[in-house]
């Protein structure tokens, strides 16, 4: 274990030696380079029994929902949140301007890493990678939050879990832009995902997941529309099935006080899965089909969030979101994490406030409420409250 961490540690070493040449070459060759990144710092205490994590911070939706037995409650700290990105763009090419981006972060993703006790008493992380991606003209490639999901839709809210219908997904993809006056459009190829349940996740599809966004962007506010169409499939030398299923999501945003008070409401419907809820539900079901053989039933489920985020002054400001996602097959669901049970529908609510106590540098404090009901009919009730101080640079 011990070398498995000293290994992490040289690696990293290796990244900030190879970032710095590269910054180094790319003043020598005129390139615009920009390093930086934030530390935050989370403490949570989450109550009513919550299960299947070892603390309150950091977690998924589904880590505070899945509980076989009453543990009580949890308290937590982690910095695993803190992020690191380098940006590079150059303008003098023979194709024009390229911008290159890659982000990492320390295993906030990983909830087993990011809280094992090593090297007496350390709290040791991996670094994970966020976003990798080239952009040139119209023209994106690499890996960054997929087109399906409208960043409009992210709410000002400190619990990286998100609210109960949070859509969200960074995969690599190609990803081709248009803008015509106040519309803009996306196209991409993104790479597919089949989370079939009690049978896995899968990498069996013979296709690209198939992306397209549009956004309205008027004076008095935003309004976008996204499709998906994917394949669920699964190969495992036993038997072969496929599938077929979509799924929209209609995203608004409006300034009702510009710079002061803004509203943001989004639903989602179809068989999307893991893009929505943080994976809380499957893409889809094995069943039998009656004659030996297999078919993949995809689940439908939906969910809508509301938001609202009022600036009181320069530095102080609070956000209030409710949201909830529900199984529209109830029954089909089995994204159970281990836990001999899954989710069938659940509901949160956010309450914050934050204050900038100089430039970049923010105190927040959040409460959570997440009621959820799971198919063994208990309906898990877990409240947490956050604290988190974050310094951007």
């Known amino acids: 274990m011990l070398y498995l961490n000293e290994m992490r540690i040289a690696a990293l070493i290796i990244a900030f030696i190879a970032i710095t040449i590269g910054v180094k070459q790319a003043k020598a060759e005129a390139m615009d380079v920009d390093f930086g990144g934030f530390v935050k ?69 990983s909830n087993t890493d990011g809280n094992r006790v090593e090297a007496y008493g350390n709290n040791n992380t991996r670094f994970v990678l966020r976003h990798a991606y080239i952009e040139e003209g119209n023209f994106l490639i690499g890996q960054t939050i997929s087109t399906f999901i409208d960043p409009k839709s992210f709410l000002d809210i400190l619990d990286y879990g998100g609210n109960s219908a949070v859509t969200f997904a960074r995969q690599p993809m190609l990803r081709y832009t248009i803008g015509v006056g ?28 198939f992306v397209g966004r549009i956004d309205f962007d008027p004076s008095w506010g935003h309004l976008s529309v996204a499709g998906i169409m994917r394949e669920l499939r699964i190969d495992n030398g036993q038997f072969e099935a496929h599938k ?43 069943l039998d089909d ?8 995809p689940v439908d489920i939906h969910g809508a969030t509301f938001s609202t985020t009022m600036h009181y002054t320069e530095r102080l400001r609070s956000t209030v979101a409710v949201s909830w996602a529900e199984n529209l097959d109830p029954g089909h669901n089995q994204q159970t994490l281990g836990t001999g049970h899954a989710i069938e529908n659940v509901k949160s609510l956010h309450a914050n406030i934050f204050y900038d106590l100089i430039k970049n540098f923010m105190i927040g404090f959040e409460y959570k409420k997440l009621i959820g009901e799971l198919t063994d009919r208990t309906k898990p009730n877990v409240d947490r409250y956050q604290l988190s101080v974050l310094y951007a640079f």
């Not at 992020?83 to 150059?90: E, H, Q, S």
């Open 41 to 109: 710092v989370n403490a949570a205490l989450a109550t009513n029994g919550v299960n299947g994590i070892d603390d309150a911070s950091g977690t998924y939706n589904a880590d505070l929902l899945f509980s076989s037995d009453d543990k009580g409650s949890r308290f937590g700290i982690n910095a695993k949140e803190t992020r690191l990105y380098v940006a590079l763009n150059k303008n003098d090419t023979p194709l024009g301007p390229i911008k290159a981006y890659i982000e990492g972060n320390f295993g906030v993703e």
């Open 182 to 209: 106040e519309f803009s459009l996306r196209l991409a190829l993104e790479n597919p995902t089949s989370n079939l349940g009690n049978y896995d996740i899968t990498d069996d599809q013979r296709m690209p997941d």
């Open 244 to 286: 077929i299923t979509a799924g929209v999501i209609i995203t608004a945003h409006k300034d009702i006080i510009p710079g002061r008070f803004e509203i943001v409401g989004q639903y989602f419907r179809g068989g999307i899965g893991h893009y929505a809820a943080f994976s809380a539900f499957a893409d889809g079901i094995v």
């Open 290 to 297: 009656g004659r030996g053989g297999k078919y993949i039933d």
